[in-house]
């Protein structure tokens, strides 16, 4: 099995982007993914999934330059892990996507 994900959805937020020292490019954005199904009887269920998306250089340094609120985008890559700690000393642990690529869906 490999670790590989696939999303097609709205990005729901101005992308964060930071430089690290070294000058590489770390990019944060979240994205919104929608599912519809229907109950036995008939009640159309309407869902919307939250991930939170990363990516490193080339990839970063395109979601900077043409990434916006509200933009449909298909991001492959692999869920990854982590954990920090906060403030006051609780560990924190964090699931997001590391995107490999991305493809810019709609206008």
Not at 37 to 58: I, M, S
Request: glycine share 10%.
């Amino acid at each position: 099995m490999k670790n590989s994900v696939q999303l097609i959805g709205y990005v729901g937020q101005e992308p964060e982007i930071k430089i690290l020292e070294e000058g590489k490019k770390l990019a944060n954005i979240s994205m919104a993914t929608n599912e519809v199904y229907f109950r036995e009887n008939g009640d159309k269920v309407e869902k919307t999934e939250w991930h939170r998306v990363v990516a490193w250089g080339k990839i970063a340094e395109i979601i900077e330059k043409y990434v916006v609120k509200g933009k449909k985008i298909a991001v492959g890559g692999k869920l990854t892990h982590r954990s920090y700690e906060d403030k006051e000393g609780n560990t924190c642990y964090v699931s997001e996507i590391l995107a490999i690529e991305i493809t810019f869906l709609g206008n």
